[in-house]
Structures are given as C-alpha cells and as structure tokens.
T-cell receptor, first 115, second 114 residues
Framework: DGGITQSPKYLFRKEGQNVTLSCEQN?????MYWYRQDPGQGLRLIYY???????QKGDIAEGYSVSREKKESFPLTVTSAQKNPTAFYLC??????????????FGPGTRLTVT | KQEVTQIPAALSVPEGENLVLNCSFT??????LQWFRQDPGKGLTSLLL?????REQTSGRLNASLDKSSGRSTLYIAASQPGDSATYLC?????????????FGTGTRLTVIP
C-alpha cells in the first residue's frame, strides 16, 4: 500500500530532551513537509524539502531541525530550544509541481507531549 | 501574508440537512485551494482541490466553489450523515519556487446529529 507513515503515534518526553519524529513515504514524492497543529489554530509550516539533501525553513522553524538524506524519509527533531513543543505534528508529501492541480498528502500524525 | 478564515468554528445539524461551510482568504493571488477532512486525533484527508482557474469541483455529495476575486470558497455537503462529523479545513497555496506551501484556516467542527 502506498502512503505516508509517521511513528510513533504518541510520544512523551521530559523537558530538556531532544526527540525525533519519523516520517516515511513510499509514494515516490519529491517534496515533503512538516506542520504543527495546536488547538484552535490552523496548521503551521515548520520545514519543507523539495529534493534530497535540501530543505527550507517554514514559518516556525525555531527550535526544530530536519534532514533529508533519502527521498522516502524526512525526520523532524524537536530540540530543547523549542519553547512549547507539546503539539500534534503532521508530515505531508507532494509529487513534482506540474501545475495547480498538485496537492499535498498527509500522514496520520504524531502527538508529542513534553512535561 | 495570506490569512485564511473559516466560519463558523462549529456547526451542529440534524441528519439529512444540506449545509455550507465557508472559507475566506485575504490574498486572491492563489495557486489552488484544498478542502480537507480531519477526524479527531487523525491526519488530514483531501476532499477536493480547486485550481485557481476553476470555479467549482464536485465529488459525490460534496461541492466546493471558488470565487477568487472576493477571496471566498464554500464547501456544500448534501444530505448530511453522522459519518460526516469531523473538522473541515480549508487551505490555500501560493506558488513559491516549486514548493506548494499551504496556508490553513482553523477549521469548522461539524456534528451531524442522528
């Protein structure tokens, strides 16, 4: 089955610890994205990557880091510098941009709780 | 910066009713607009995508319209069912060097009462 997988579904960490969220896709998509969702707010873009070994900051990149060593994988690290890391994190991917019919496909999300 | 607003924030309707969800955006120079469905604690499922040159798209009981000049889109759901209960999100894109960055509204939480 083709799709986007995120693991784990729930993640708990102590304040001050770095944590890495996994995102894998087997859709052969070039672009991948990380969003954060908080109650009462829309999704906000953290980082995106258009090709392997390249990524760009989104609107709220501070306190996060990413890597894109393989086309299928785009892990997100939430560092101790992120002030409010507790949130629902969503990964997405999209095929090459060939016009305005192109869309993003989302994974099931990881809920991170930091105490 | 693109701002996306969805009204109402929550809506309850009896089963069988037709309903309309609203989405407005401040910058009319969009690339496309997507409507998504999100069930509690789950990811997003794409429902409809309207390209900037299109006026509407239909899928089953769903119809989405786009009026770029006024910065508005509506999602019409016909003959609502309890299974339609979810949060509906609207997102618009601005084309940026090949990456389709989406700007999301805060969603409308729909409850269809049996």
């Amino acid at each position: 089955d083709g799709g986007i997988t995120q693991s784990p579904k729930y993640l708990f960490r102590k304040e001050g610890q770095n944590v890495t969220l996994s995102c894998e896709q087997n859709l052969n998509h070039d672009a991948m994205y990380w969003y954060r969702q908080d109650p009462g707010q829309g999704l906000r873009l953290i980082y995106y990557s258009q090709i392997v070994n390249d990524f760009q900051k989104g609107d709220i990149a501070e306190g996060y880091s990413v890597s894109r060593e393989k086309k299928e994988s785009f892990p997100l690290t939430v560092t101790s510098a992120q002030k409010n890391p507790t949130a629902f994190y969503l990964c997405a991917s999209s095929p090459p941009d060939r016009g305005p019919s192109y869309e993003q496909y989302f994974g099931p999300g990881t809920r991170l709780t930091v105490t | 910066k693109q701002e996306v607003t969805q009204i109402p924030a929550a809506l309850s309707v009896p089963e069988g009713e037709n309903l309309v969800l609203n989405c407005s955006f401040t910058d009319s120079a969009i690339y496309n607009l997507q409507w998504f469905r999100q069930d509690p604690g789950k990811g997003l499922t794409s429902l409809l995508l309207i390209q900037s040159s299109q006026r509407e798209q239909t899928s089953g009981r769903l119809n989405a319209s786009l009026d770029k000049s006024s910065g508005r889109s509506t999602l019409y759901i016909a003959a609502s069912q309890p299974g339609d209960s979810a949060t509906y999100l609207c997102a618009v894109s601005l084309h940026q060097t090949g990456a389709n960055n989406l700007f999301f509204g805060t969603g409308t939480r729909l409850t269809v009462i049996p």
